[in-house]
């Protein structure tokens, strides 16, 4: 069973960046599809990015799209968000996420089976 540890959060400012990253362990990161979903408070569980095994294949939610990017590196069990010229309502607690569903990215936070305990971000304005 694979365990992942989310890193990287932290305050910014609006117009800032961030890179979070997600380290798996007891588990092959390349056997997953990998995902980073977020909650603000008082609100759902949302998606942000999908990346398959391979990275070859990705999705992005509408509100984030050309702002972040998700990438792998399978040879560190590590998947990253880049997250660029970030706003205030990108303020939640971010989740790294993996399925065994590897060959498309998915946008379903019912398709994944585990997840980490979270990340805070904060953008002040």
């Known amino acids: 069973q694979v365990q992942l540890v989310e890193s990287g959060g932290g305050l910014v400012q609006a117009g800032g960046s961030l890179r979070l990253s997600c380290a798996a362990s007891g588990g092959t990161l390349s056997s997953y599809g990998m995902g980073w979903f977020r909650q603000a408070p008082g609100k759902s569980r949302e998606f942000v990015a999908a990346?398959?095994?391979?990275?070859?294949?990705?999705r992005y939610a509408d509100s984030v799209k050309g702002r972040f990017t998700i990438s792998r590196d399978n040879a560190k069990n590590t998947v990253y968000l880049q997250m660029n010229s970030l706003k205030p309502e990108d303020t939640a607690v971010y989740y790294c996420?993996?399925?065994?569903?590897?060959?498309?990215?998915?946008?379903?936070?019912?398709?994944?089976?585990?997840w980490g305990q979270g990340t805070q971000v904060t953008v002040s304005s």
């Open positions: 990346i398959s095994w391979s990275g070859g294949s990705t």
């Open positions: 996420a993996a399925t065994v569903r590897t060959v498309v990215a998915r946008v379903n936070l019912y398709e994944y089976d585990y």
